[in-house]
């Protein structure tokens, strides 16, 4: 379970964050979800594919390490193996979070929080949060650019996914891997581009889709399923 | 309309939830609104809806149907489920049926477990007294004694896990669909009184004269007014056949009570209690529950009934909402007109009959009425004729069955607390068909081939729940069967993944309440 507090530098002046890569940190995540902004480089290694928040049904884009629950196949004994760790990853343990501020456009502020049951959560290893000046440190200020990346990066995907279904460009799929031992896995509950239907849009809607930022964010979806072979040849590698 | 003349217009008149369901329905098939192109045309549909009459909701549970009625007619589960005070309805929950006393029995909408190849009713039947036959072979059984939902959020618009009608407001439901109608398929609405109706050479129905929109003429005429029955009985004389000789109840005493608490459980089935002289039905809407009380007037009086009701409010509910509870009296006649389709004029919904709702038959009636006139459309006047007749037959035998249907619930009970109870077995009072076939079930569990049709309303499935819900006992096989030898064997595999199944619901369905509340905030997606 986490523990999330507001951070502050009083209490959190010796925390140290371990920012080691390992099943232990709760890296073991079968996928992640990502933003349109990272979608370049989130690309390059994994597949993008959409799914649901089980908890209210809203769809976001996620990227996938593994091919069932808990498993993540980038993790090695030295870590996580690839070019690009997605920033819903790199945000662990810290969380954006909502204060009541009418001063604010939405009525609330965004805060920076912190899990305290995670087990990232040091006193004698890892990165320190604050200087000796009680200032924070980069490893801090980057985090917390991390979290304002995100903040940003849940609007858009807000518009990117209503666009998506709008134009009714997402659609369900299973796929069906039979692994080098002649195991059947099936990976469903994700939904990916429509491509069909996205080849049958309108030049204004092309043009809609590039002002808005989509376009692009859709061909790397598209683009990311070339990731989907490497994946599985991952799983295969583990059965020697 | 000459007789090879197309068929061009259709005028519905009534404007409740069957006229509008019907005008849907149609419209949905066929564009509506009377435009040409390459040659073709559409059929234009005009609803005529009296802005003096207030409609009646005839009934508040849907079957499974509804879903792919709505579907195809373009309308959002989300809409439906936040504009008409809906909730999801898995089934039907009975008490005191068979004795009188605490029992209760499902009907679930799912049919058992594995139904298409095996049936699994002589083989449960062995482990009668440890488990119910629902339980044994339906999952759905569970969620219902639980108020759990049949879905999840994430399951798309009109998917399941466990197959759903809805409970609604009618009013809503009516209402939603007149904006649908209206505003996206084409369906012209005219607002008037019909004052008299003028006939052709032939005897059919030319046009209705109309108090503010002069005449209204069509092609085809579809009775939607209610049990006045303004064309087929009013104008027609078409003569209407009572059915109160097997089914007595002929009054309601309806009433709408709040929860006790905003959070209280909405039920995901219709209860249906059994009482001296007829049952109650509670029905749980997101906002309120519609429960009231269906007798018989030759049994019991309406003071009695009213009593009933209240002691029903006051032990479920709470004995403030008995205290002001206000109860609308409904008397009805059970029954059905002797035939729907006369000359080029049809009935849908209570213009062609009604029967008390214990199987909640009247809206899809009302679907299953409309969606043949949809598919069947006559081209032409010529044809009109044996459309008409093989309509009436079907529907004919529709009531037949819905009313051998509703009284198997009455003929298996114990009860022998009133007279009411007492005159239900009577043989004088029981449909030739339903006896033969209660007999025949004495040796041979209800089966595929024991339904005459492809499309029947009430599959064998159906009556196996009541029967063996009601503690019916079908005697064993006492010749060696190789059909029966197949089941034996996968039995208790099949019995164990239906608890399996079971469990996995359980932990992961939602209450009713909870996933009505996360779609009024989230909605649900299409996909």
């Not at chain 1, 390490?65 to 996580?80: I, P, R």
């Not at chain 1, 460009?169 to 996205?198: H, K, M, R």
């Not at chain 2, 205290?323 to 029954?335: D, L, N, Q, T």
Request: with cysteine.
């Amino acid at each position: 379970m986490s523990n999330y507090v507001l951070l502050g530098t009083n209490a959190h002046k010796d925390l140290k964050v371990i920012t080691a890569r390992s099943k232990n940190y709760g890296d073991n995540v079968m996928h992640a979800m990502t933003f349109p902004m990272e979608f370049r480089d989130v690309q390059s290694s994994y597949p993008i594919f959409f799914c649901k928040d089980p908890e209210s049904g809203q769809f976001y884009p996620t990227a996938l390490f593994g091919l069932e629950q808990d498993q993540n196949l980038f993790l090695t004994e030295d870590g996580w193996d690839a070019a690009y760790i997605p920033m819903m990853i790199r945000r662990h343990p810290f969380l954006i979070g909502y204060q009541a501020d009418s001063e604010h456009e939405d009525g609330k502020r965004p805060v920076v929080s912190i899990d305290m049951d995670n087990p990232r959560i040091s006193e004698s290893e890892g990165e320190p949060l604050f200087t000796e000046s009680d200032e924070p440190t980069d490893y801090l200020k980057a985090s917390i650019s991390v979290l304002e990346s995100i903040h940003r990066g849940h609007e858009h995907n807000k518009g990117f996914i209503e666009t998506l279904l709008e134009l009714q460009l997402l659609e369900a799929f299973t796929l069906e891997v039979t692994l080098n031992d002649g195991s059947n896995n099936q990976l469903s509950g994700f939904y990916t581009i429509a491509e069909q239907n996205l080849h049958q849009l309108d030049g204004d809607t092309f043009d809609m889709l590039n002002k808005k930022g989509y376009l692009q964010a859709i061909f790397m979806a598209v683009a990311s399923h070339s990731r989907l072979r490497p994946l599985i040849e991952k799983k295969n590698a583990l059965l020697k | 309309m000459t007789s090879s003349e197309n068929l061009k217009s259709i005028v519905i008149v009534g404007g409740g939830t069957a006229g509008w369901l019907t005008a849907g329905i149609i419209a949905a098939e066929h564009s509506a609104n009377g435009s040409e192109s390459d040659g073709l045309i559409d059929i234009k549909v005009t609803l005529v809806e009296s802005p003096d009459i207030s409609t009646i909701g005839v009934g508040e549970g849907t079957w499974p149907s509804m879903r792919s009625t709505l579907q195809k007619m373009g309308i959002s589960e989300t809409d439906l489920i936040r504009d008409c005070d809906a909730s999801f309805k898995q089934g039907t929950l009975f008490k005191s049926w068979k004795t009188g006393g605490n029992d209760a029995y499902t009907h679930p909408f799912t049919p058992p477990h594995s139904y298409a190849s095996t049936n699994l009713a002589p083989q449960w039947q062995r482990f009668s007294n440890e488990v119910s036959f629902a339980e044994a072979v339906s999952s759905q059984n569970a969620l219902m004694f639980k108020d759990l939902a049949p879905k999840q959020i994430s399951t798309p618009e009109y998917a399941f896990h466990t197959n759903y009608g809805y409970h609604l407001d009618a009013g809503k439901f009516a209402e939603l669909l007149r904006k649908h109608c209206v505003g996206k398929l084409g369906v012209t609405h005219l607002k008037a009184n019909v004052v008299s109706i003028n006939s052709s050479a032939d005897g059919d129905i030319e046009s209705l004269k109309t108090d503010s929109h002069g005449d209204v003429s069509g092609d085809l005429f579809v009775d939607c007014s209610g049990s006045r029955a303004l064309l087929l009985g009013e104008h027609f004389g078409v003569p209407f056949c009572s059915k109160g000789q097997f089914l007595f109840n002929d009054t309601a005493l309806a009433s709408q009570i709040p929860y006790v608490n905003a959070d209280d459980p909405i039920a995901s089935s219709t209860l249906s209690t059994a009482q001296t002289a007829g049952w109650i039905w509670d029905i749980g809407l997101p906002t309120r529950r519609g429960i009231g009380h269906v007798y018989s007037s030759g049994h019991t009086t309406e003071d009695r009934a009213a009593q009933e009701l209240l002691a029903y409010i006051t032990a479920t509910v709470s004995p403030e909402a008995a205290a002001s509870a206000s109860i609308r009296k409904v008397p009805f006649s059970p029954g059905h007109r002797a035939k729907f389709w006369h000359k080029n004029c049809v009935a849908v919904g209570m213009s062609a009959g009604f029967i008390e709702p214990l199987e909640a038959s009247a809206l899809v009636l009302v679907e299953l009425s409309a969606a043949m006139i949809a598919e069947q459309l006559p081209a032409n006047r010529q044809i009109m004729d044996v459309v008409a007749k093989r309509f009436n037959d079907k529907f004919l035998y529709r009531w037949d069955r819905i009313i051998d249907f509703l009284k198997l619930h009455y003929i298996l009970s114990q009860r022998q607390d009133s007279d009411y109870w007492k005159d239900n077995i009577s043989s004088s009072s029981v449909p030739d068909n339903l006896s033969e076939l209660v007999k025949l079930w004495r040796w041979q569990a209800p089966w595929h081939r024991d339904t005459g049709h492809i499309d029947e309303m009430f599959p064998s499935a159906s009556y196996q729940y009541v029967l063996y819900g009601m503690g019916f006992v079908t005697q064993d096989s006492t010749t060696v069967r190789r059909s029966d030898r197949e089941a034996h064997s996968v039995a208790e595999g099949l019995f164990r993944e239906n608890a399996e199944r079971t469990k996995k619901l359980l932990a992961s369905m939602p209450t009713n309440r909870e996933l009505i509340e996360k779609i009024t905030n989230y909605g649900l997606q299409k996909i």
